[in-house]
């Protein structure tokens, strides 16, 4: 079974709307990590939450972690064609070997012009 | 400071043939790992290595696989007598201690096994 669900698995939305993604463990999470991959290219890094409750921003997006520290979403305000991309979460667990990150499937993101 | 690097970018190898994917990391950084994501397939942990050791080699297939990472140099996965199956984007990525710090991933190397 998959560790990491991620939903919607795609998502296409009119520029200038919100979106959310969320990332969904069936474990406690050690540490979760948001990248964004544009196709046929490697993985961005956008963000990294660790503790329940967190929040960060970097421009319009905006990544959250529950307090249970299993489920995570990542908003997105005022889309851009540039959102464009898959976006992937991926975990570390507790008892899990470090550096091994676990990913989910991705939600691959079209914005319409 | 330059990324992670990897090359080459698209490998084509006939079944049977070896395939060799190189990872220079970021300036820096001792960790390196490399990830496999296959069509319609999520990406997924092959192995971790320092620099002259393998710490993790859990997601690596057990046959036909290897990697390293010497003292100078990037580090390297070798996939011998390759089949179909192998075809895939594989990348590379790397961190300057390992735990909660963020990975940082190359461009990858797409290989095509005909």
């Given amino acids: ?111 319409k012009p | 400071n330059a990324g992670v690097m990897q090359n080459p970018r698209h490998l084509v190898r006939r079944r049977g043939q070896e395939a060799r994917l190189r990872c220079s990391p970021m300036k820096g950084h001792s960790h390196v790992y490399w990830y496999r994501q296959l069509p319609e397939e999520g990406l997924k942990f092959m192995v971790y290595l320092q620099k002259e050791n393998i710490i993790d080699e859990s997601g690596m297939p057990k046959e036909r696989f290897s990697a390293e990472f010497p003292k100078e140099g990037p580090s390297i996965l070798r996939i011998q007598q390759v089949v179909r199956g192998d075809s895939a984007a594989y990348f590379c990525a790397s961190s300057p201690i390992p735990g909660t710090y963020e990975q940082y991933f190359g461009p990858g190397t797409r290989l095509t096994v005909t």
């Fill in chain 1, 1 to 111: 079974s998959q560790e990491l669900e991620q939903s919607p698995q795609s998502l296409i939305v009119q520029e200038g709307k919100n979106l959310t993604i969320n990332c969904t463990s069936s474990k406690t999470l050690y540490g979760l990590y948001w990248y964004k991959q544009k196709y046929g290219e490697g993985l961005i890094f956008l963000m990294m939450l660790q503790k329940g409750g967190e929040e960060k921003s970097h421009e319009k997006i905006t990544a959250k972690l529950d307090e249970k520290k299993q489920q995570s979403s990542l908003h997105i305000t005022a889309s851009q064609p540039s959102h464009a991309g898959i976006y992937l979460c991926g975990a570390e667990f507790y008892g899990g070997s470090q550096g091994n990150l676990i990913f989910g499937k991705g939600t691959k993101l079209s914005v």
